[in-house]
């Protein structure tokens, strides 16, 4: 009798594993839409890709799917750790150009982008036409309207500055900012004046947790008052009312350690930008 548990639940637990290595290889791309009130009207229908900790994986097969998508997508944007320590440059390159071959794309830098040369890695970016923001913004405009995108280095690593990457925005209900960052913690480092010239706040690294157990939770427990999906940042504006910026934290496309996940699905997203007056709730979907 216990030869016979023992081969169940060994049965059971490489089933698992296998599990858990499919999902963490699956291809996901979820397509929402995202209301901002201070969104020009030029761009209500302006779709974002965007894409977290690829790390050893490559984003061909999301290729595919972006293609059964009318119209692609207008922007890609990458929330940093793109590769990490041992991942061949030549795959790194790769995923740059498929990536660049959609549509104009700007990244920020996570903590495995530093895993070895970071500035070899800057000089890559650039010759496959990847702007790559480190505490800095840059305007993007559909005919005479524009909206504006910061990014901010990596915060887990203390590089951030967001007073720098928010230099020259000003205070104004007809300025829209989209933030990117690595790192979800990045929105206890900002004042409430910084939230409320943001609208929009995009960050990774958490990996949704990765290894999810029921009843337990995430194994990696540092982040979660920002584990997944939608938020709202604390101090969201000046005045301490609900108008203010969302902060969204994708569960990744790739995996760190171990090419294993449980109930933190590999993801990339879709976004596509609506104009309103009034700030919705966020998509269920992802709540």
Not at 33 to 45: H, I, N, T
Not at 175 to 189: M, Y
Request: net charge positive; proline share 6%.
């Amino acid at each position: 009798m216990i030869v016979w548990i023992a081969a169940a639940a060994a049965a059971a637990c490489a089933g698992l594993g296998a599990a858990m290595v499919r999902e963490a290889y699956r291809v996901r791309l979820r397509r929402e839409e995202v209301a901002l009130p201070r969104l020009p009207a030029a761009f209500d229908g302006f779709r974002i890709l965007f894409i977290s900790d690829v790390h050893r994986r490559t984003v061909r097969p999301l290729l595919g799917l972006l293609a059964g998508e009318g119209g692609g997508a207008d922007l890609v944007l990458i929330g940093g750790d793109l590769t990490e320590r041992g991942v061949p440059f030549s795959r790194v390159r790769e995923n740059a150009r498929l990536l660049a071959g959609i549509a104009p794309v700007f990244m920020v830098f996570g903590n495995h982008d530093y895993d070895e040369d970071a500035e070899a890695l800057a000089r890559l970016l650039r010759e496959e036409r990847v702007t790559l923001l480190r505490n800095e913004s840059r305007v993007i405009r559909r005919g005479v309207q524009s909206i504006r995108l910061a990014g901010v280095d990596d915060p887990s690593s203390g590089r951030d500055d967001v007073r720098a990457a928010l230099r020259g925005i000003p205070d104004r209900q007809t300025s829209c900012t989209i933030l990117l960052a690595h790192d979800p913690l990045i929105v206890e480092r900002m004042t409430a004046r910084d939230l409320y010239r943001t609208d929009l706040i995009l960050a990774g690294h958490t990996h949704g947790g990765q290894i999810v157990l029921p009843l337990v939770g995430p194994l990696a427990r540092g982040h979660l008052r920002y584990l997944r999906g939608w938020r709202t940042p604390p101090r969201r504006t000046k005045t301490g009312g609900s108008d203010g910026p969302w902060l969204f934290v994708s569960c990744g496309y790739g995996t760190s350690h171990l090419p294993l996940r449980l109930m933190a699905p590999a993801e990339a997203h879709l976004f596509t930008l609506r104009s309103l007056r009034r700030h919705p709730d966020p998509p269920s979907e992802s709540r």
